[in-house]
Structures are given as C-alpha cells and as structure tokens.
C-alpha cells in the first residue's frame, strides 16, 4: 500500500488492506446488515468464466456453508439493496402486500363514494326542502303571477 495516494477527497477506505470505495463499502455493510447470509462479491472477469459476466454477484451462503449466486449486478448502487428487498419472499409476502394495497385502494374509492352521497344527499334534501314562491309580470298584460313550488299558480 505504499504507493497508494488519498488526494483527500474521502471517496478511498482502507479496509483490511484492501483499497475499497465508500459508497461500494456503505452497500456492501447495507446488503450484511440486511441478511448476515448476503456476500456481495466482485469478480475478476477472467477467472470468474462461467459463473457470472457481471462484474458483482450477490451471493447467499446456505445452510452447507456454500456460497451460491442469488444475484448479477452490473452496477454497484442503492438499486441493489431494493431489489433485494422487493425479492426477500421469506419476510415479505408480495401477494399479501398486493391484496393489501387493492383492499386500502377500494376502501378509500368506497370512502369516498360514501362522502359524495352525503353531500349530493344533503344538496337534494335541501332543494326538496325549500318552498319558495316567485312572482312574475306577464308580458303584455303586465298582470301579476305568483308561481309556487307546492301548489298552482295565483293571479294578483
């Protein structure tokens, strides 16, 4: 590592002797934090022939202790962590969150279905309710009439 050079910006750590990037060291501590059974690994791509043309394989340890690949990454950023996340089916049940968010969705169409027909309920009950009575001139003649909303009409 001596002729290794920080120009200061902070963007290089040296991590158990090995050069290592900050962001690639915070989603690596990320992906361990979120399953201890998660490796984020990086592979050289000439000796890693056959087992991935990624550059990065998210690797699940199982119970034997073997490493197998869970996922091909070509770039190393926060998507990583949210598709891990959106597959994790063991502490996730994407079909129970997809009925659960359908179930939200028609409760709140019905809540507002519900609040819509009070207010048309309160605006009809109101017209019905009022007895008004309007008083015009006939044109010509210019007698008046008295129109009701509940009975005939009235000559004054």
């Known amino acids: 590592m001596s002729n290794w050079y920080d120009p200061g910006t902070g963007e290089f750590l040296i991590v158990d002797g090995a050069i290592v990037e900050r962001d690639a060291l915070r989603i690596a501590e990320a992906i361990k934090a979120y399953d201890e059974n998660l490796e984020l690994l990086c592979l050289d791509p000439d000796r890693a022939v056959g087992v991935s043309d ?14 197998r690949p869970f996922m091909k990454v070509w770039q190393l950023d926060e998507t990583i962590i949210h598709r891990i996340w959106q597959s994790d089916n063991n502490r996730f049940d994407q079909l129970q969150r997809v009925e659960k968010m359908e179930a939200d969705q028609k409760k709140a169409s019905q809540q507002r279905y519900s609040e819509f027909r009070e207010e048309a309920k309160d605006i009809v ?19 008046k009439v008295k129109f009701f909303d509940d009975r005939p009409a009235e000559r004054l």
């Open 54 to 67: 990624a550059p990065f394989v998210v690797a699940e340890r199982g119970q034997d202790n073997v490493l």
């Open 125 to 143: 009950a109101h017209i019905a309710g009022m007895k008004s009575n309007y008083t015009a001139e006939l044109p010509g003649t210019g007698e």
